[in-house]
């Protein structure tokens, strides 16, 4: 052994192993949470949890609007909560039938809810017509009394245009449906489907400029998911406009419009002085204080200042003020990040589903619940002319409810019956019973009836026309060859070497 080696010092003793720290960054959660959306069923997960949290936050919200206002006016702060948690079951009972239904069972509803939607609104415009004229002492005949907005047959009462939206979506994805790809003609659209939409907006605009505005991007996201050429959206959305120009200024209510719309423009400094007897921005004003209170956390839920009858509309179409101060910034990036979801998973059923009918219905319904948000939250924090739209799941309202959560049951069976998801419930089908409960086994994909094909047609055109010159060579190739040569499938290169026909015979 050398002196190096016996004066060498001896090695250090390995200590103990370093804890491991474990990394998560960007790219694994986006892993993660793309190997989430992969799955089957991950539509219709997306659906159900981003509905449901809003419905629930929703009759949370319309209790701490209504507790005070209610118990001042019966004695009990339940009254308005009751109501509309009734009309939460029957939304859920709506929700269930729709998404058992299958899709011809949608397309023959169609006319059906169409010409009793119509008929509604035409009850309520003309009653309200005639009383405003004289011809009757107070808008009612028999059991049929109409106001603003409502129609009462009796004990029931509706709001005929969230009627329409449901009706609209579903007799228009069934008539572009079966025009298919003949929509890229005018006159198609003229027959019958632009003349009865106007009609419909006329009789809802009048007397409800915000669900005429909703029903206006609900048709355009129709058109639009159909393939509809985009000349035609120009035109469209400029007569549109002029439309809701004409009603601003309509006789009745185009005064109070025309105020309510050019207090839009209002600096914040004019609407914070406004007066409490001015109806045109008091309400404003409210809801602007009530969000800067809230600040990031709120004040607490049920603590609420300014639903103490100082904020008009506090459990409606201006709800979420009440959000905005009671669970602050916090609450209102929640609510805005469920909306978020759930535009996300409608669009994305209307992108995956095979079917016409079920990606423009998938499309108009999401564009629908959307739009009105984006106009009612638009409206409180003074982005948007305020036009007393509801807030989806959230405000205050049996007939908007019902219908939301029907639309919704409408998505969920679409939402099954996306080819990955049907394959996917009939891999692993479940109990009899639990289908008889829930939802029976949507069908299997399959290839598209002709008639519903021919609305995927001016889709496809574009790629058609990139296949063309694939297609033209191998004729463009052939063109030189003889008769015998095209016949025997040889090339003029192949049939001069090819021989005599002695050599072809051996």
Same mark, same amino acid.
């Given at each position: ?27 694994? +959660? ?47 702060? @339940? ?14 009972? !709506?929700? +269930? ?70 009706? &609209? ?39 409800? &400029? ?53 207090? @839009? ?30 600040? +990031? ?70 564009? +629908? ?23 989806? @799941? ?32 009939? !891999?692993?089908? !479940? ?29 496809? !055109? ?45």
């Amino acid at each position: 052994m050398t002196g190096d080696a016996r004066t060498a010092a001896p090695p250090e003793q390995a200590g103990p192993p370093a804890p491991r720290v474990l990394r998560v960054d960007l790219f694994t +959660w986006l892993a993660a949470l793309r190997g989430l959306l992969s799955r089957p069923l991950a539509s219709y997960y997306l659906l159900l949890a981003s509905a449901g949290l809003l419905l629930v936050i929703g009759l949370a919200m319309v209790y701490s609007a209504t507790s005070v206002a209610a118990y001042s006016a019966s004695g009990s702060a @339940f009254t308005v909560i009751a109501q509309q948690v009734i009309a939460a079951v029957v939304g859920l009972a !709506a929700f +269930w039938v729709c998404q058992r239904l299958p899709r011809r069972t949608f397309r023959a509803m169609a006319p059906v809810a169409l010409t009793v939607s119509i008929v509604l609104l035409l009850l309520m415009d003309g009653i309200a017509l005639l009383h405003a004229s004289k011809a009757l002492p107070k808008p009612q005949i028999g059991f049929i009394h109409s106001e603003t907005l409502w129609l009462y047959i009796g004990p029931v009462q509706l709001q005929p245009s969230e009627l329409a939206k449901f009706a &609209l979506v579903l007799w228009g994805a069934d008539v572009l449906t079966r025009k298919g790809n003949s929509i890229v003609r005018l006159k198609e659209l003229f027959t019958p489907l632009f003349p009865l939409v106007g009609l419909l907006f006329v009789l809802v605009g009048y007397t409800d &400029l915000g669900t005429m505005l909703c029903l206006l991007i609900l048709f355009i996201g129709l058109l639009w998911a159909a393939g509809t050429p985009m000349r035609y959206f120009g035109m469209l959305i400029g007569t549109g406009l002029a439309g809701i120009a004409l009603l601003i200024v309509a006789p009745g209510l185009g005064g109070y419009r025309s105020d309510r719309f050019g207090a @839009f423009f209002q600096t914040d400094a004019e609407i914070i002085s406004c007066a409490a007897n001015d109806d045109t921005c008091y309400q404003s004003k409210q809801g602007l204080l009530a969000i800067s209170d809230g600040g +990031w956390f709120g004040v607490g839920l049920g603590k609420s200042s300014l639903k103490w009858n100082w904020l008009p509309s506090a459990h409606n179409d201006f709800i979420f003020a009440v959000i905005a101060e009671e669970l602050g910034v916090v609450g209102c990036l929640v609510v805005l990040s469920l909306f978020a979801v759930l535009t996300f998973t409608g669009l994305r059923i209307a992108r995956r589903v095979n079917d016409p009918f079920r990606r423009m219905a998938a499309c108009a319904v999401t564009l +629908w619940l959307v739009a009105q948000a984006v106009i009612n939250i638009g409206g409180v924090v003074k982005l948007l002319p305020i036009t007393g739209l509801p807030l989806p @799941f959230i405000s205050d309202g049996g007939t908007a409810l019902v219908v939301t959560l029907a639309a919704v049951g409408m998505l969920a069976s679409f939402a099954r019956a996306e080819p990955d998801a049907a394959r996917a419930l009939h !891999a692993r089908p !479940a109990p009899k019973w639990a289908q008889l409960v829930w939802a029976p086994l949507p069908p299997l994909p399959s290839p598209a009836r002709p008639a519903d094909t021919a609305a995927s047609a001016t889709a496809a !055109a574009p790629v058609a026309k990139a296949r063309e010159p694939q297609a033209k060579e191998p004729a463009s190739r052939t063109a030189g060859q003889s008769p015998g040569d095209r016949r025997s499938g040889g090339s003029p290169g192949r049939s001069g070497n090819a021989g005599g026909p002695g050599e072809r015979r051996r």
